[in-house]
């Protein structure tokens, strides 16, 4: 039986949980491939010793004895960041090693580098697990859907940001509240900023773009916005017109542009995505012969990227075994036909809108905001005006049908600078 | 650019969707393979000419001009059904060529037979197409999912049927108004057994079980139950409870045995499969690593069908220009590594149960009832007793707490037997 010999490079969560599938599932895994895979060096400066069930593996502080080891023919790097990570995985091309990493940060910010460096190496590089943990996404994208033009992704892909606001939604509970007891029950980091400001889900947007497209395309492209400004009246609005609120990355190929955004959504209550609860992810590709096609599953989590690292590492095992490294390119499309190409400007896309306006209760207020919306082509589907509870001023909310965004920013800035409007209008965009 | 050669069997509506997708896909794969996949020869007795498009493509009435063509690389056999389709994948095979095709009926139930063959031979034989048309769910369970013990499947892979309980549900139709509706807009076929009484979901779920845990089985071995017996009152308590009633395929792994059964299910509503409507294909799998994964789509069509079908020719198309014809096995397992399995009881299997029995009204009924419930272990969770609405027997829906079959048919038997009880009850199992 032929080995092949894997050097893991990070032993925290997701390294440890890789170890622990490849144990787990060697058995399994020689009854599919007829290999032995050998976690055969892990290098980790955090640990004195690794567990015992690993005695066969050896521990290092010095990532470079897993560069400098001629039987070593897979380098995973599961310490995430930008660096070392990013001279790691370069180091790791250099000395002819296949990679496998889940490093959406980098990928993201880095990835034409790293792809160029391993395509003239001929290495190849694996990130199933950057994108939605377990779910089989990237293989789906590469491989199932590959006699497919990719015409839209609709995706939710961070769990932090999808438990947070499903959380409010189940509980009507504000978001600094839910966000609090998140990180207490350590399913939100002391610093939340990338999973709730959309970050996140913008570098896993890029990559899934990347590989939907055959396009150059890095974070800066994306328009970005997260959840920290949801309030749960958006929320009961948002199921009073039949939506829940989800942190979608979204991207529609029109051919000469293509969309690369995030931002709250307003879901239809029926649709999949609005159905996608807790911390699970959900990714919606629609291509031109498949239709739609969607993937659910744990997005994040020790066994489940563990389970996605172990499948790269099983992939290129089966290549590197049977000397057809490259069978499959890394990014989908070949090195050279990966193209430049123009990200649709924000204010060009055109959606329905819904707008939670908060204006004083006097008389001709809901007409002088329609005369606005009106003037710039808005047209209004429905309008809920609540009653005053007490002094002050009272949301009028508002969902439109299909409008611009350019249109939008121009009426919600005159809507705001009307006198009887006492706070900044809030602005969610609705999937059809 | 290597050149693939395709021939293809049956022009019908997969086998045109099948060369749809490869011509309007032509430059999109030749951007991610480097190889022109064309198609060179279609036989087909049933039309007197190829539609312009495929101008340089030859149509033959004899399939036995795509076996001689020794440049023929794959053969793509989509007339459906078991005779001459056998024949004619196993003359293919025994000419050297690879197999592709989207015939369930004929892999669940002569599948062992051309594995041997293709295997003796070393061709590879594709089969996405088989379930859940454009969803690629295949090669998830084979690839996506490699380092995962499967623990069991569940799957909505049957869209005429999962349509017609879509339709009950949303109009409170019942089952053969449904029928005859979906029959005159070509939703459902003029004999619909196979769809709804579960037998295609069978034929799926057993191709899914031999890749997801490399067993032999087959048809014979499950348990298949239709949907014709569902009625709109059922499907109202179902939603009084907080389920939707699915045609589910259903498979446990207990290890040393399997279940395997397809029956309508109550879904409880906030699962994703409860919200997977209209033709629409769902199936989730457990993985001891992953936890759930959940893939969507449409599971039939011409271009999703076609869609997968193309996705087979491309992966077999690198493997035969890169030599590693095999890299993956057909079957999932190596073909050494299949074995026997024990299959569950069905009276073995345990679960929540729905009972809707027809009673007389009056005094001690229901006492009765539960007392022979009670006789038999089975624990009752909840009681909806209706008041008469004229003259005759009334429905006393009872939903009970998890109970093994064996006790429910026993105890179903006394109760029927009961002289206040007019009808035979219906019994739903219920997804926990």
């Given at each position: 039986?032929?080995?092949?010999?894997?050097?893991?490079?990070?032993?925290?969560?997701?390294?440890?949980?890789?170890?622990?599938?490849?144990?787990?599932?060697?058995?399994?895994?020689?009854?599919?491939?007829?290999?032995?895979?050998?976690?055969?060096?892990?290098?980790?400066?955090?640990?004195?010793?690794?567990?015992?069930?690993?005695?066969?593996?050896?521990?290092?502080?010095?990532?470079?004895?897993?560069?400098?080891?001629?039987?070593?023919?897979?380098?995973?790097?599961?310490?995430?960041?930008?660096?070392?990570?990013?001279?790691?995985?370069?180091?790791?091309?250099?000395?002819?090693?296949?990679?496998?990493?889940?490093?959406?940060?980098?990928?993201?910010?880095?990835?034409?580098?790293?792809?160029?460096?391993?395509?003239?190496?001929?290495?190849?590089?694996?990130?199933?697990?950057?994108?939605?943990?377990?779910?089989?996404?990237?293989?789906?994208?590469?491989?199932?859907?590959?006699?497919?033009?990719?015409?839209?992704?609709?995706?939710?892909?961070?769990?932090?940001?999808?438990?947070?606001l499903s959380q409010m939604t189940d509980h009507g509970?504000?978001?600094?509240?839910?966000?609090?007891?998140?990180?207490?029950?350590?399913?939100?980091?002391?610093?939340?900023?990338?999973?709730?400001?959309?970050?996140?889900?913008?570098?896993?947007?890029?990559?899934?773009?990347?590989?939907?497209?055959?396009?150059?395309?890095?974070?800066?492209?994306?328009?970005?916005?997260?959840?920290?400004?949801?309030?749960?009246?958006?929320i009961?609005?948002?199921r009073?017109?039949?939506?829940r609120i989800?942190?979608?990355?979204?991207?529609?190929?029109?051919?000469?542009?293509?969309?690369?955004?995030?931002?709250?959504?307003?879901?239809?209550?029926?649709?999949?995505?609005?159905?996608?609860?807790?911390?699970?992810?959900?990714?919606?590709?629609?291509?031109?012969?498949?239709?739609?096609?969607?993937?659910?599953?744990?997005?994040?989590?020790?066994?489940?990227?563990?389970?996605?690292?172990?499948?790269?590492?099983?992939?290129?095992?089966?290549?590197?075994?049977?000397?057809?490294?490259?069978?499959?390119?890394?990014?989908?499309?070949?090195?050279?036909?990966?193209?430049?190409?123009?990200?649709?400007?924000?204010?060009?896309?055109?959606?329905?809108?819904?707008?939670?306006?908060?204006?004083?209760?006097?008389?001709?207020?809901?007409?002088?905001?329609?005369?606005?919306?009106?003037?710039?082509?808005?047209?209004?589907?429905?309008?809920?005006?609540?009653?005053?509870?007490?002094?002050?001023?009272?949301?009028?909310?508002?969902?439109?049908?299909?409008?611009?965004?350019?249109?939008?920013?121009?009426?919600?800035?005159?809507?705001?600078?009307?006198?009887?409007?006492?706070?900044?209008?809030?602005?969610?965009?609705?999937?059809?």
């Amino acid at each position: 039986m032929k080995k092949i010999h894997v050097g893991l490079i990070g032993f925290g969560t997701v390294g440890s949980g890789t170890a622990e599938v490849l144990l787990a599932q060697a058995a399994n895994l020689r009854r599919k491939t007829n290999l032995e895979i050998i976690l055969k060096t892990v290098a980790d400066i955090g640990i004195p010793v690794l567990p015992e069930q690993f005695s066969s593996t050896t521990l290092t502080r010095s990532a470079d004895d897993i560069f400098n080891d001629p039987e070593i023919d897979i380098v995973v790097e599961l310490i995430g960041g930008i660096e070392p990570a990013k001279s790691f995985i370069l180091k790791a091309i250099a000395a002819g090693k296949h990679v496998v990493s889940a490093n959406k940060a980098l990928f993201s910010t880095h990835g034409r580098e790293i792809f160029e460096a391993a395509s003239q190496k001929g290495v190849e590089v694996g990130f199933e697990a950057s994108v939605g943990g377990g779910i089989p996404v990237i293989k789906a994208l590469k491989e199932g859907l590959a006699a497919n033009t990719i015409l839209s992704i609709m995706g939710i892909v961070n769990g932090t940001a999808n438990f947070i606001l499903s959380q409010m939604t189940d509980h009507g509970l504000a978001f600094e509240s839910v966000l609090k007891d998140a990180q207490a029950k350590g399913y939100a980091e002391a610093d939340p900023t990338y999973d709730v400001e959309g970050i996140d889900t913008a570098h896993k947007l890029v990559i899934l773009m990347i590989m939907a497209y055959g396009i150059n395309i890095s974070l800066s492209d994306v328009s970005i916005e997260g959840i920290s400004r949801i309030e749960p009246i958006d929320i009961e609005f948002a199921r009073q017109f039949g939506y829940r609120i989800k942190l979608l990355a979204v991207s529609r190929n029109h051919g000469d542009h293509i969309e690369a955004r995030v931002h709250p959504t307003m879901v239809p209550e029926d649709h999949l995505l609005a159905n996608i609860n807790g911390a699970m992810n959900g990714i919606n590709f629609q291509g031109d012969m498949v239709g739609n096609v969607l993937l659910y599953g744990q997005g994040a989590g020790k066994m489940p990227t563990g389970s996605a690292v172990a499948a790269d590492i099983v992939d290129i095992a089966r290549n590197v075994a049977r000397n057809c490294v490259g069978r499959v390119p890394s990014l989908s499309y070949l090195p050279s036909e990966i193209k430049d190409c123009v990200i649709t400007p924000m204010e060009m896309i055109r959606c329905p809108y819904y707008f939670r306006i908060s204006a004083m209760d006097k008389p001709g207020v809901l007409a002088a905001i329609s005369g606005i919306l009106g003037a710039h082509g808005i047209s209004i589907e429905s309008v809920i005006q609540k009653r005053r509870q007490s002094v002050g001023s009272v949301p009028i909310v508002i969902r439109t049908h299909e409008a611009q965004e350019q249109a939008v920013l121009e009426a919600i800035a005159r809507i705001d600078a009307l006198e009887v409007v006492s706070e900044k209008t809030v602005t969610i965009r609705i999937l059809e």
